[in-house]
């Protein structure tokens, strides 16, 4: 099994930035892909980014050029730099972990980290 606490996020005007991380808790021996969600009330929640287990990376066109994923091995964290914020991302990110070596019984299938929220005002 996996279990994930984000961090990070708050509040920034327009153009700023901010660092989410999401530590990760997991047996050794089990492999995730991991992803970045967002969400809004009224909107269904919307991927934005994953980086998966041999490193590669994808992003939702909306935020291209601007978010940037990586993941530090030695500390189980992944990590979203968001920059050139705009009032549109305002919304409750989630971390997410989604099994792809180690089997269901050792690792589960996947798992939703609680949220953090983002702001930013104009």
């Known amino acids: 099994q996996v279990e994930l606490v984000e961090s990070g996020g708050g509040s920034v005007q327009t153009g700023g930035s901010l660092r989410l991380s999401c530590a990760i808790s997991?047996?050794?021996?089990?492999?995730?892909?991991m992803f970045w969600y967002r969400e809004t009330p009224g909107k269904q929640r919307e991927f934005v980014s994953v980086i998966e287990i041999d490193g590669a990376t994808r992003y939702a066109d909306f935020v291209k050029g601007r978010f940037t994923i990586s993941q530090d091995n030695n500390n189980y964290t992944v990590y979203l730099e968001m920059s050139s914020l705009k009032p549109e991302d305002t919304a409750i990110y989630y971390c997410?972990?989604?099994?792809?070596?180690?089997?269901?019984?050792?690792?589960?299938?996947?798992?939703w980290g609680q949220g953090i929220q983002v702001t930013v005002s104009s």
């Open positions: 997991k047996n050794s021996g089990c492999m995730y892909d």
């Open positions: 997410r972990a989604e099994m792809k070596r180690g089997g269901w019984t050792l690792c589960g299938g996947g798992r």
